[in-house]
């Protein structure tokens, strides 16, 4: 009977998963509910007026707002990928998501951050260039390299799905079909083995240094050399232009790595589940519901263009 109860169990697991998420605090699941709503459609609107006023404004027909648009649509898709399921979880008692599911989110998560994570890099290149070679930017900063760095980035995010997902979905859980997450992040998934997962783990570590520390250090040296460029200026109005236009990417970089860097980038991940939960709650939905606050608050050009487009309207 144990035997054929282990069979039945790990056929169930093969066929859905069960999303713990906030279960553990029902009072919580309500309130929760009612903010995960208004930060999402909060998300969908700011990130989607980018997207819009950026190509239909010819004035931002640029590098950087090519970029920004790409990031906009990447922060669109990023939260997508999950936040659904979870107000579908927080409304009802029905925590389930089936194993396709399951697999198609932590796909999408992880090539969506790893995307995230050289696009950023990208970003912090093109300030670079647009601020230590301002005569050669149009030169450099083309249309097909922009395409080029954008295809590049969205390349290692697939391959980033590519590597971690199988490895992630294939791990054995002996039955194990309870996953203490709002969604099937890696870690989670990776906790609910019921076998040692240290070469596991190594893996994961491994592919997230690359993932993760290459682009970060690619922004500092980026960054090091936008410094020292602009506090050789002599224009007081050309130092604060530039800090403006860098601010802007440096917070949203900050709330974006330093959430991941604490999540991937510890051996053993060694992070409480309330602590993962909330954190990825953070860099899943607070964090691209800033990111067109962030930009368009510290920007004109973006201001200028809304004023022209309603001012048509």
């Not at 997902?165 to 989670?188: D, I, Q, W, Y």
């Not at 909330?278 to 606050?293: E, Q, R, S, W």
Request: net charge positive.
């Amino acid at each position: 009977l144990y035997g054929w109860s282990m069979v039945m169990t790990n056929q169930s697991c093969q066929e859905q998963f069960i999303l713990l998420g906030f279960s553990d605090r029902p009072q919580l699941e309500q309130t929760l509910f009612v903010f995960v709503l208004i930060f999402y459609l909060v998300t969908l609107v700011g990130n989607t007026v980018i997207i819009l006023v950026s190509h239909l404004d010819p004035c931002l027909h640029t590098p950087m707002y090519f970029f920004l648009t790409n990031l906009s649509f990447l922060d669109l898709c990023f939260t997508t990928s999950s936040i659904p399921q979870l107000l579908f979880n927080l409304r009802g008692p029905d925590k389930t998501i089936s194993y396709m599911g399951c697999a198609i989110q932590l796909f999408m998560f992880l090539g969506l951050g790893g995307t995230e994570c050289v696009l950023l890099a990208v970003m912090a290149y093109d300030r670079f260039t647009a601020i230590c070679k301002p005569l050669h930017y149009s030169i450099i900063m083309h249309p097909w390299l922009c395409w080029k760095l954008v295809s590049v980035a969205w390349g290692v995010g697939l391959l980033n799905s590519l590597a971690m997902s199988p490895v992630t979905m294939r791990t054995p859980r002996c039955g194990n079909c309870k996953v203490k997450h709002f969604l099937c992040e890696m870690p989670a998934l990776i906790k609910m083995a019921c076998v040692d997962t240290v070469a596991v783990e190594s893996t994961v570590f491994m592919l997230s240094v690359m993932i993760v520390l290459v682009p970060l250090s690619l922004i500092l040296i980026s960054y090091g050399c936008i410094a020292v460029a602009v506090l050789g200026m002599k224009s007081a109005t050309g130092r604060r232009k530039a800090f403006n236009t860098c601010g802007s990417h440096l917070t949203v970089v900050s709330l974006f790595y330093g959430n991941i860097i604490y999540m991937y980038m510890q051996p053993g991940n060694t992070s409480s589940q309330d602590q993962g939960k909330f954190l990825t709650l953070f860099y899943n939905l607070v964090t691209p519901m800033l990111n067109p606050v962030i930009y368009t608050l510290r920007n004109k050009d973006v201001k200028g263009a809304l004023r022209r487009l309603v001012s048509r309207k």
